[in-house]
């Protein structure tokens, strides 16, 4: 069943090297991130898994190895301690790799699933359920952000209705409010580019019997684009 979880963004830009002279104006979310991992392994999971959007839904096994490649910094990461697999990791589960090995993580084996991002809230909730019966106590590294539509700079433009939409989702996760989460609108979430809509789902199913309390530790929209940081326990 599911013991803890922990909301955080996905980013590349978390990672130092990839934001470079910018790196500064994320600390706070760094650091939001760095207590949301403390919350994990304070759980004592027999097992992690770190779910992030992509464009195809798929399982990553421990081992499964990321790169910022793409983002022009030779930085890469491993899902979880050991020898490297030769699954390639989306970049979603790529930076939940690197917090993990920022937080120097070594309190249970680490699995990657990842959600296609236009997967509807039913198979969302029900992919949750499956991951939670995984193992005794299972905890999650839930990666996904807002809406990329709060400001007129933003990757999707100004969009009046992001605001609202990030505020009903931030207080979601702040309370783990599940109604509020699987009732999140995923054709509204598509058109504000709210990437992270159905991992927030895939949580809510997970968490339907575990009886875990809410709270929100961080709450941004630097770049346009809304940041929340939260921890399930």
């Known amino acids: 069943m599911l013991v ?51 464009d195809e839904s798929g399982t990553f096994r421990h081992g499964a190895v990321g790169t910022f490649a793409g983002f022009g910094v030779d930085v890469s990461v491993r899902l ?4 490297p ?9 790529a930076v939940g790799a690197w917090l993990l090995e920022r937080a120097g993580w070594a309190d249970a084996p680490v699995q990657g699933h990842a959600v296609a991002e236009r997967l509807e809230p ?10 939670a ?35 009903v989702a ?20 598509h058109e504000l580019k709210a990437a992270g809509r159905a991992p927030w789902q895939v949580l809510a199913g997970a968490a339907a019997d575990a009886g875990l309390a809410g709270r929100l530790l961080y709450e941004d929209a630097p770049y346009g684009v809304g940041y929340f940081v939260g921890v399930w326990s």
Not at 80 to 83: C, K, T
Not at 135 to 156: W, Y
Not at 158 to 163: F, Q
Not at 170 to 188: F, P, V, W
Request: hydrophobic fraction near 50%.
């Open 4 to 54: 803890a979880a922990a909301v955080c963004p996905c980013p590349p830009l978390l990672v130092p090297e990839v934001a470079a002279g910018a790196a500064p104006e994320l600390d706070a979310a760094r650091d939001a991130c760095a207590d949301a991992v403390g919350v994990l392994a304070a759980s004592r999971p027999d097992l992690l898994v770190v779910v992030g959007p992509a």
């Open 80 to 83: 979880g301690a050991g020898e």
């Open 85 to 93: 697999g030769a699954q390639s990791l989306p970049a979603s589960l």
């Open 122 to 131: 039913g198979p969302c909730a029900e992919a949750g359920e499956e991951l």
């Open 133 to 167: 019966s995984r193992a005794g106590r299972v905890a999650l590294l839930v990666m996904g952000d807002g809406s990329a539509c709060r400001t007129l700079k933003a990757p999707g433009y100004l969009d009046e209705r992001a605001t609202a939409f990030d505020a």
């Open 170 to 189: 931030a207080a979601a996760l702040g309370s783990a409010d599940i109604a509020a989460l699987k009732g999140l609108d995923d054709r509204l979430a």
